[in-house]
């Protein structure tokens, strides 16, 4: 278990396919944009920055799912994302995947085991 924990939500607030969370972790001395999503059972985070251009992915808040609610997409070039591992699958940055942010449920709640990104380092 990591020294730095905070809850970002009860467990519940995520369901398979729905609706993701945003949050923020500090990051060389400013907020730097996350979010979760749950795919079959678990939950996944990652930065919210398109491993293309660096935008945000949703396109209303916690909107991540392309239509089909098995990928995550980016709403500004269509870059498709899996979302139990960040890899993108189609689109301009085939290949390149998403920053993961480590997460842990127990206890029926989220928590971030850091709150610090620091510059291209996963957390």
């Known amino acids: 278990m990591a ?8 467990s519940e607030q995520l369901r398979d396919g729905g609706k993701g969370l945003r949050f923020s972790l500090e990051g060389e001395g400013e907020e730097v944009p996350a979010f979760a999503v749950r795919y079959r059972g678990k939950v996944y985070a990652y930065l919210n920055r398109c491993a293309h251009v660096g935008v945000e992915l949703d396109w209303l808040e916690g909107e991540f799912w392309d239509l089909t609610g098995l990928y995550l997409i980016c709403s500004t070039h269509g870059a498709t994302y899996e979302p139990h591992t960040g890899h993108c699958v189609m689109g301009p940055c085939k290949g390149a995947a998403l920053t993961p942010v480590e997460l842990e449920e127990r206890n029926g709640k989220i928590y971030l085991t850091t709150a610090r990104h620091d510059h291209d380092r996963t957390v």
């Open 3 to 10: 020294d730095e924990q905070r809850v970002i939500c009860a």
